[in-house]
C-alpha cells in the first residue's frame, strides 16, 4: 500500500526556483518535484509516496522545513 501527499506552493517565478533549489539537494526517490512556470508566476509542486504514514509524516515534515527556510530568506532579500 502507497500513502501519498501533493504540496504545492503559488507565486513569483524566482521564489518558486528558490524553493525547487532549496529541497532539490535533498530529492529521493519518495517524492517528486513539479515547476510550471507561467509568465512572472509559478507553482511548484511536490508528490510525496512512502509505504508507512510515518515515513510520509517525516518526509513531508522535512520538506516543509526546507521550504519555510527558504521561503524566510527570500523575504529577508
Given at each position: ?14 521564489d518558486a ?28 509542486t511536490i ?11 517525516t518526509t ?18
Open positions: 500500500m502507497s500513502n501519498n501527499v501533493v504540496v504545492t506552493w503559488s507565486g513569483s517565478k524566482e526556483q528558490a524553493l525547487v533549489q532549496a529541497i532539490t539537494p535533498d530529492d529521493s526517490e519518495s517524492f517528486v518535484i513539479g515547476l510550471d512556470i507561467m509568465g512572472d508566476s509559478a507553482t511548484v508528490e510525496v509516496s512512502e509505504e508507512s504514514v510515518r515515513t510520509l509524516r513531508i515534515d522535512d520538506i516543509l522545513a526546507c521550504l519555510s527556510a527558504a521561503e524566510s530568506a527570500i523575504s529577508e532579500a
